[in-house]
């Protein structure tokens, strides 16, 4: 699979399939069972096609809300942090043996992809970890507000021909919690002084294209850098069970027709009715930021508003 092209399917039973980016990076920013089961990960053009017309009966299970999946287990080596302090936070994925796994296949230029979501969606983390000799990894975090979180493990195992696997496991971060309600929809966010257009709607069931175009005072961005091996970064998490979508863009820096934006698209497909938190990541001037925006499948039209993103990037590479 090539690096721009390849759809990895996070937290559970969200059959979104993101397709057919043009243009623009996109950057994820802060928001907020066991045994093997079918995942949602890689749809083509065609199989999208097919899916039109499907409703909410389309819906499959996707990956991220099982702990083991695939004979592999993410085990969560510190399972509890407390807020607003500097922590480590450690984890080894584990074989049908119970060895570390030592061996990993690269993607966008990593072994592994680390998301870390707060259950009301107000915090988000996408982090790359380092790996020790022994197969532990380990990242420095910091999160500003206690409660629950779900920690998604992205990667393939470098044996054979193994599967893309997503992998969950919930974190408990300790302090006085009060949950955040969900941003209402919106069209359009800003971040450092960036603004990102969010056109097009999500469809239960039928693929539907969604297009961000980012701009800096009142000018279109066209100079994005390639982050990740792309010009853009995409992770949808519904609200509610937070099944998670981690998507590139197809078509890569270099490729002779991605162009380095304002613009890029994608092709998704809702498996439900609900609400859902959009992250895009970009990188400009030499550094990556993210907008958010949270959308209702279903819906006709998100309302007019606009919404402040405050998301950063920091921590092991990437936080917010």
């Known amino acids: 699979m090539n690096t721009a092209g390849k759809i990895t399917s996070f937290t559970a039973a969200l059959a979104v399939s993101f397709g057919a980016a043009y243009g623009l990076g996109s950057a994820v920013g802060p928001m907020g069972g066991t045994g093997p089961v079918p995942r949602a990960g890689h749809t083509d053009s065609a199989e999208r096609q097919g899916e039109e017309g499907g409703g909410d009966h389309a819906e499959s299970v996707a990956g991220g809300l099982q702990v083991s999946e695939g004979g592999y287990t993410l085990d969560l080596l510190t399972p509890r942090l407390k807020a607003a302090r500097a922590g480590e936070l450690r984890f080894a994925v584990r074989d049908g043996s119970g060895r570390p796994v030592t061996s990993y296949q690269r993607e966008h230029g990593k072994e592994l992809h680390l998301i870390l979501a707060s259950r009301d969606l107000a915090t988000y983390r996408h982090l790359h970890p380092a790996r020790a000799a022994d197969g532990t990894w380990s990242t420095p975090v910091s999160l500003p507000a206690a409660g629950d979180y779900r920690l998604f493990a992205d990667f393939t195992p470098g044996t054979g021909n193994a599967p893309d696997l997503t992998l969950g496991a919930d974190l408990a971060v300790a302090g006085t919690y009060e949950p955040a309600e969900l941003p209402e929809p919106a069209r359009t966010a800003t971040v450092d002084g960036y603004t990102v257009t969010l056109n097009g709607n999500l469809r239960p069931g039928a693929a539907a294209d969604l297009t961000f175009h980012v701009s800096r005072g009142g000018r279109p961005v066209t100079d994005l850098r390639p982050y990740l091996g792309a010009y853009g970064h995409l992770v949808a998490l519904r609200a509610g069970d937070l ?71 920091g921590e092991g590479g990437h936080g917010h």
């Open 243 to 313: 099944a998670h979508l981690h998507v590139h863009p197809d078509g890569e820096p270099g490729d002779g027709s991605t162009e380095p934006g304002p613009g890029v698209s994608f092709s998704a497909t809702a498996p439900s009715s609900a609400a859902y938190r959009l992250f895009l990541d970009f990188e400009h001037d030499g550094t990556v930021r993210t907008a958010a925006f949270t959308v209702r499948a279903g819906a006709s039209s998100a309302a007019p508003q606009q919404a402040e993103s405050t998301y950063g990037h």
